[in-house]
Structures are given as structure tokens and as C-alpha cells.
């Protein structure tokens, strides 16, 4: 099992960012995945979570309105619209698959 997230940067206060995670070697259209962030200092929290049948959706309260997670199973890809981004949401943010399979991280920076 592979996963793979790329699109993260350095992003104003107020502006928006698209993460996308690609995962391999798993069945993807059924499976579970979902973005955490880890800031400096604190821990590994979830951001969204997508699961595979009916497509229903958990997010963190701090994200609601702002972060939606969707996904193309036909690319295998999951992603993470990011708008209205904080300082707060500067972060590494890591996909994960099937509860059990980890990316290596992008990093979000919000900053002026």
C-alpha cells in the first residue's frame, strides 16, 4: 500500500489550498480515508474523514464550513479543499487509508 499527498505550501491568511492524496495497492472505492494535520508542538489530530460506501463525511468542528474532503475513485484520489485558511491551520497535513496506512506529510504554512 502506497499514499502519497502532494499540493501542500506557503498560502495567506484568507486564501485556499487543494491537497491531494493518491493511494495504490488497495481497493480505494470502498475504503476509508482521511486528512490529519499534526501543528508544532501539539498532536496528530483528524481533519475529515470519507468513507467509501455513500460517500458520508466526519469533519473536526474547527474545519466546519471552511475544509471538505472528496474523493475521485476512479483516480484513486482523495482531496482536501482548503478556503478561508488560518494561521491555525498551519500544520503537516497527513492522509490516511484505511485507518491503518499513512502518507509522509505536506506542509501547510499560513502566514503573511
Known amino acids: 500500500v502506497q499514499v502519497v499527498e502532494s499540493g501542500g505550501g506557503l498560502v495567506q491568511p484568507g486564501g485556499s489550498l487543494r491537497l491531494s492524496c493518491a493511494a495504490s495497492?488497495?481497493?480505494?472505492?470502498?475504503?476509508?480515508m482521511s486528512w490529519h494535520r499534526q501543528a508544532p508542538g501539539k498532536e496528530r489530530e483528524l481533519v475529515e474523514r470519507i468513507f467509501g460506501v455513500g460517500g458520508r463525511t466526519l469533519y473536526a468542528d474547527s474545519v466546519k464550513g471552511r475544509i471538505t474532503i472528496s474523493r475521485d475513485n476512479a483516480r484513486n484520489t482523495v482531496y482536501l479543499q482548503m478556503n478561508s485558511l488560518k494561521p491555525e491551520d498551519t500544520a503537516v497535513y497527513y492522509c490516511?487509508?484505511?485507518?491503518?496506512?499513512w502518507g509522509q506529510g505536506t506542509q501547510v504554512t499560513v502566514s503573511s
Open positions: 490516511n487509508a484505511q485507518y491503518n496506512f
Open positions: 495497492g488497495l481497493t480505494f472505492s470502498t475504503d476509508v
